[in-house]
């Protein structure tokens, strides 16, 4: 039996708000509340292209995680079924849930690349608004699992809960990404990488992260641009990415994507 909101650990779910902790406190307990196995939280804000995935955690291996992210936040969102009722606009009195078998999907790209490969066969979508901006957190059941369904019930008891609790984490963690500053972003480029990555290479990823263009780069450091386009290279061949956004998100985890 799954335990009712009353019996969620909501201590320590909001003790670990805007913490790191935050997104394995939360598994722990989506998976004692609905029996998911991995969840993800997405933001959709509208000042950005692309939605940005705070976190993925559970059960799916982390290297595949971590791809499904990218290709997500990257291309695959534009294929995502609940992606015109996250970007309709209007304000949200209430989280909205919709759940998914996977068969139900109509489009195989998208199922093979996030689903299929993850062996996930059902999902729960609960869907809210932080700031005005949407936001999802994905529930996924696995092939390999328990043979029981996913559990909506105390979502829709407990929802208006559960959406405080993401907003709030998804403002603190907007919160510190526009108080990015050089230091900090070589501190966590350091921490992360530091020692894959020679000490320019650091420099031209922070500021890459902070959004200088490659002339401004170039400028700052007193080297060439050609000098610049080489240590990016460089940085991305050497911690596996390919993107900025890559780079941004290596940043804001504070680890690299494998």
């Known amino acids: 039996m799954n335990p009712t909101l ?19 406190v939360l598994s722990h307990s989506m998976h004692r509340l609905t029996g998911a196995d991995h969840c993800i939280l997405v933001s959709y804000p509208a000042y950005t292209q692309h939605p940005y995935t705070l976190f993925t955690t559970g059960a ?13 936040d990257e291309v695959l969102y534009q294929r995502d079924p609940n992606l015109p009722r996250l970007q309709a606009g209007k304000p949200v009195n209430a989280p909205q849930i919709q759940a998914l078998q996977v068969e139900e999907l109509s489009d195989p790209e998208y199922r093979h690349q996030l689903m299929d490969r993850c062996g996930i066969r059902e999902k729960l979508a609960f869907m809210g608004q932080s700031n005005g901006q949407p936001f999802c957190l994905n529930l996924y059941k696995l092939h390999d699992s328990s043979s029981r369904t996913l559990d909506a019930s105390q979502l829709e008891a407990g929802g208006t809960l559960l959406a405080s609790v993401l907003e709030r984490h998804i403002t603190f963690a907007g919160q510190q990404q526009v108080r990015f500053d050089l230091p900090w972003v070589l501190a966590r480029l350091q921490g992360a990488c530091g020692e894959l990555l020679t000490a320019r290479e650091l420099a031209v990823g922070a500021r890459i992260v902070l959004g200088y263009n490659s002339e401004a780069i170039a400028l700052d450091l007193g080297i060439k641009m050609n000098t610049v386009l080489t240590h990016r290279k460089n940085l991305y061949e050497k911690v596996g990415i390919g993107t900025q956004n890559q780079l941004f998100a290596l940043v804001v985890e504070g680890r690299l994507p494998f």
């Open 6 to 24: 009353d019996q969620w650990p909501l201590d320590h779910l909001i003790s670990s708000i805007g913490q790191r902790r935050f997104d394995q």
């Open 60 to 72: 799916i291996q982390t290297g595949l995680a971590q791809e499904c992210r990218r290709l997500y």
